[in-house]
Nanobody
Framework: VQLVESGGGLVQPGGSLRLSCLAS????????MSWYRQAPGKERELVAR????????YYLDSVKGRFTISRDNAKSTVYLQMNSLRLEDTAVYYC???????WGQGTLVTVSP
């Protein structure tokens, strides 16, 4: 079982990034998938969650209206579209499969002028 994130990088405030998480080793379409993030010196927090049908079931209040979680079950991939990025969105973003308790390695998002 493996989760591999990609798409992080450096972006200016107000910019956009799309994170991807490619899953392998399990029947992806049947599992809830989540994105978490951990900023320097802070605890890891749940950003968004999507159920197997693709309907999102949770967004962190501070990202509502700016971030969108989605999935492509045919590609075993979950996405996090991040728009209107803010300085406080800077963090390592992790993909997580709750029922399997499996984490990806993380991808760094840095929002800086």
């Amino acid at each position: 079982v493996q989760l591999v994130e990609s798409g992080g990088g450096l972006v200016q405030p107000g910019g956009s990034l799309r994170l991807s998480c490619l899953a392998s080793g399990f029947s992806f379409s049947g599992y809830v998938m989540s994105w978490y993030r951990q900023a320097p010196g802070k605890e890891r927090e749940l950003v968004a969650r999507v159920i197997s049908s693709g309907v999102s079931s949770y967004y962190l209040d501070s990202v509502k209206g700016r971030f969108t979680i989605s999935r492509d079950n045919a590609k075993s991939t979950v996405y996090l579209q991040m728009n209107s990025l803010r300085l406080e969105d800077t963090a390592v973003y992790y993909c997580y499969a709750p029922r399997l308790a499996v984490w990806g390695q993380g991808t760094l998002v840095t929002v800086s002028p």
